[in-house]
């Protein structure tokens, strides 16, 4: 019997998540959010400060709930390229279509300094992914690379 063949290349699948998660989501694209690196378990996206995301406008800290929010897209968009991978189908609308079925079921942020920084990345990798749940691990650092906050979410994929 021979193997069906994807319809699409490694580098359509992720340019489509990304779209997804970006574009097509009014808030993500409200705090425009720029992707650095996308892998099957692990993403990186930047956020660069702006004065309506400021949370303390004497020290001009970044809101914690940008932070929280940042990390939260990053892990479930960790969780969702694990599920995606993980989609038997070879077809890219029935791997796209592992989205409709993404939610946060639990969100854990430490904030452990300030940020007063300018530029801020956080980076995301994959603990589990299930058939049912992703675990992701993320953090955030600032621009001189200083550890900002770290957040580890469980995410619904199915």
């Known amino acids: 019997m021979a193997q069906a063949q994807d319809d699409h290349t490694e580098e359509q699948l992720l340019a489509a998540i990304t779209e997804i998660m970006l574009e097509r ?6 705090l425009r959010l720029q992707l650095l690196r996308c892998e099957p378990e692990a993403a990186t996206l930047r956020i660069d400060k ?13 809101h914690g709930g940008v932070i929280s929010s940042v990390l939260d897209v990053t892990g479930g968009m960790v969780a969702l390229l694990a599920a995606v991978h ?15 079925k993404l939610g946060t079921i639990d969100l854990r942020v430490d904030y452990l300094r300030p940020a ?4 801020f990345v956080a980076s995301g990798y994959l603990l589990r992914s299930g ?12 621009e ?13 994929v199915a």
């Open 25 to 30: 989501i009014p808030f993500n694209r409200w």
């Open 50 to 62: 702006r004065p309506e995301l400021i949370g303390h406008y004497v020290r001009g800290a970044l």
């Open 86 to 100: 993980r989609t038997r189908s070879h077809k890219l609308a029935d791997k796209l279509a592992r989205f409709e």
């Open 116 to 119: 007063d920084g300018e530029q």
């Open 131 to 142: 058939s049912r749940v992703g675990v992701a691990r993320m953090e955030l650092h600032d």
């Open 144 to 156: 001189a690379e200083r550890l900002v906050a770290v957040g580890t979410g469980a995410y619904i």
